[in-house]
């Protein structure tokens, strides 16, 4: 698989090229794991590749974990790119996260026709970083946005605990619910200290083409499923142009990840892992494997149906 390495200095965004093998005008941005050149996001790129789309990964920068003051201008910069390239019909791929990147970075660029956000929240989110400061593996930003356009951090749901205390709270909640993280309690305390404005929401009716919400009930991060019936109520209620479709698993953990898809990251063993990760994959395994495997499905018929258009 051939790859080509963008760094923001030169190509406005960080990233990875990975041009299919066949002839195609479609690409899908990808923002898959930590960096765009782990397992994650190469598989991710592979998996593209095999439903017949360029795939390019994008990350904030190399090695860096966190998300903080992350320019929307990248996107821009990447469907220039992906243009450039003889991309004609672009999308965009994202979970935990990075999902709310995508309906982010859809809502502002009417290129982006295909949008996909896994476990997404239906907010800004207040930036964090993964720098191990006092021995925390993460913590929150100095009043920084994970997101920011034309130099500006939009407004964002402030989380309810300060460094170190928001890590602190993160590792007992997953000690005491069994999870390797679990942090749901963090974002339900986060909207009851303060309650959600509207200028913190992700503006979903402002985007084109076709979305796909996906969640699980189960989820030990945030309460995804809420945050979906919550844009599914606002694009209800509010004009838009896009079509929508929103599948919320009883069981599925925050790891809705296609099934094939994982195949290719772990080729044995995949239930066994995100088992010894999340209690609820655990509990209940062959649940969890069918929602993958639904969801395999209809993302890859949403992809194929967006090809022919």
Not at 95 to 102: E, I, N, R, V, W
């Amino acid at each position: 698989m051939k790859k080509y390495r963008l760094e923001t200095e030169r190509s406005g965004f960080h990233g990875v090229w990975y041009p299919a093998g066949t002839d195609t005008n479609c690409a899908m941005i990808l923002m898959l794991g930590d960096d765009s050149e782990d397992l994650m996001a190469k598989s991710g790129a592979k998996w593209i590749h095999r439903q017949g789309c360029h795939a390019l990964t994008m990350s904030p920068s190399k090695k860096d974990y966190g998300h903080h003051e992350y320019p929307l201008e990248r996107f821009e910069q990447a469907i220039r790119f992906l243009k450039s390239k003889g991309c004609e019909k672009i999308g965009i791929l994202g979970a935990s996260t990075t999902g709310m990147l995508a309906l982010c970075a859809a809502s502002y660029f009417e290129d982006l026709t295909l949008t996909i956000a896994l476990t997404p929240s239906d907010f800004i989110m207040e930036g964090f970083y993964r720098d191990n400061k006092d021995g925390m593996k993460e913590r929150p930003g100095d009043n920084e946005s994970s997101v920011s356009y034309r130099g500006k951090g939009l407004p964002y749901l402030p989380y309810a605990y300060r460094h170190p205390q928001y890590w602190q709270m993160i590792e007992k909640e997953s000690k005491e619910t069994g999870n390797m993280t679990a942090c749901r309690n963090l974002f339900d305390e986060s909207e009851r200290l303060h309650p959600l404005r509207e200028e913190e929401k992700i503006k979903v009716e402002n985007i084109h083409g076709k979305i796909l919400f996906i969640g699980a009930e189960d989820d030990a991060l945030w309460d995804t499923c809420r945050y979906i019936r919550r844009m599914e109520e606002r694009l209800n209620t509010l004009p838009h142009t896009c079509t929508y479709e929103a599948y919320c698993y009883e069981h599925g953990t925050h790891f809705v990840f296609p099934q094939s898809f994982l195949d290719m990251v772990l080729p044995v063993g995949t239930s066994k892992l995100i088992g010894l990760m999340f209690k609820a994959a655990k509990q209940y395994p062959k649940e969890c494997r069918k929602t993958r495997e639904d969801i395999d499905l209809r993302i890859r018929q949403a992809i194929r149906s967006w090809k022919t258009e």
